[in-house]
């Protein structure tokens, strides 16, 4: 590592502890506020939970594939060594992705406020239950899923759980939010693109009064209890995250090599 250089790495990376040589240092993230550059040393959920401190300051962020898949820490801890020069020269490609921000209002009051790259997610704890999402999209009622939970993305997060859940693929560039019921129990419920400037609002009951035994989880890492009662509203965060891009590889090469679209059976 080069003298000067803080090394950042959180809990549960001891093979990219071992791989880079450094010892167990932990920083605060608080200091992310004063860096040029972040670099996350991991797989797509190092990556997302960079994110969420990175973008809230403006830090841009680059993503070295340490991980098991890749998809958004994509470039190679070869192609950073062989374009180190410029990075620390700060010549390289920025892409701006749109982050979500969500609340829970319990009565008149905002009690949590979280972000995420990816997705803020709706969903029940209990399975033998099924719950009701009512939705609503600038305060008009769009419908009330049957479901076991509501899937809100940004197009990054469109090729991860929404995908899974039956939603469209959304190119990053294109900026939109995602509404997808998790496993509707209806046939006429199907994923919504709108615009990206839309508040969605959620709350949930069951045989006709409010109810509890959910979560609201953002990018599958922070997760808030809802009781009874509680509304989920979510929007564009008020900030992007700032992904740095060193390889020419664009968002189709990405689908083709990882999640094989398009490719011959």
């Known amino acids: ?116 790259l990816n997705d803020a997610v709706i969903a029940k704890t209990d399975v033998r239950h099924l719950v009701w999402l009512d939705t609503y999209v600038n305060d008009e009622h769009v419908a009330t899923y049957p479901a076991d939970g509501l899937i809100i993305s940004t197009p990054t997060g469109s090729t991860a759980y929404a995908l899974s859940a039956g939603g469209p693929i959304i190119a990053p560039t294109v900026e939109s939010l995602l509404i997808t019921p998790i496993c509707p129990h209806s046939l006429y419920a199907r994923p919504l693109v709108i615009e990206p400037s839309a508040e969605i609002k959620v709350n949930a009951t069951q045989r006709g009064v409010p109810a509890g035994g959910l979560t609201v989880t953002l990018d599958g890492q922070e997760a808030i209890d809802l009781r009874a009662g509680d509304v989920v509203r979510v929007r564009r965060a008020r900030f992007d995250a700032k992904l740095v891009r060193i390889s020419s590889a664009g968002f189709f090469e990405r689908l083709r090599q990882k999640l094989r679209w398009g490719a011959e059976r």
């Open 1 to 116: 590592m080069a003298a000067g250089c803080t090394v950042k790495l959180g809990p549960g990376m001891d093979s990219t502890k071992r791989r880079l040589g450094v010892g167990p240092r932990l920083h605060d993230l608080e200091g992310l506020v004063e860096a040029d550059l972040v670099i996350s040393l991991g797989g797509d959920g190092t990556l997302l939970a960079l994110a969420r401190h990175a973008g809230p300051v403006g830090t841009p962020l680059l993503g070295l594939d340490f991980g098991s898949f890749g998809f958004l820490a994509r470039e190679s801890y070869e192609v950073l060594m062989a374009n180190l020069p410029d990075v620390l020269e700060g010549q390289y490609n920025v892409e701006s992705r749109l982050m979500v921000e969500a609340d829970v209002v319990r009565g008149s009051e905002v009690i949590s406020t979280r972000y995420g």
